[in-house]
Nanobody, 125 residues
Framework: VQLQASGGGLVQAGGSLRLSCQAS????????GAWFRQAPGKEREFVAA????????PIGDSVLGRFTISRDTTKNTVYLQMNSLKPEDTAVYYC???????????????????WGQGTLVTVSS
């Protein structure tokens, strides 16, 4: 599975962005899709994930209530809608995918075998 992330950019605090993760190859519709982010000097952080059927979408504590993850199986694409953006949301955002569906490990980046190249989101104050 190859993943291509897009949609990043510069936005003012309080604004919105939608990231897209286009998958090609493999059976992506049976995979869990997720977004992680990494700010300068910090470890990679879980943001959100959506299982193959869209039934479960765990959201990271720091973005709860502001970010929403979704998927369009007809387009092999996972989206991250980001609202009420804050300067602390500035980071490189990575999309990832895995074939496993176990909820207990869904936030652990070690369990994701496929990664996109990352897209930079910069939120100005």
């Amino acid at each position: 599975v190859q993943l291509q992330a897009s949609g990043g950019g510069l936005v003012q605090a309080g604004g919105s962005l939608r990231l897209s993760c286009q998958a090609s190859g493999g059976s992506f519709r049976r995979y869990t899709g997720a977004w992680f982010r990494q700010a300068p000097g910090k470890e990679r952080e879980f943001v959100a994930a959506v299982r193959y059927n869209g039934a479960s979408t765990p959201i990271g504590d720091s973005v709860l209530g502001r970010f929403t993850i979704s998927r369009d199986t007809t387009k092999n694409t996972v989206y991250l809608q980001m609202n009420s953006l804050k300067p602390e949301d500035t980071a490189v955002y990575y999309c990832a995918a895995r074939s496993g569906q176990i909820l207990s490990t869904i936030r652990d980046d070690a369990y994701y075998a496929y990664w996109g190249q990352g897209t930079l989101v910069t939120v100005s104050s």
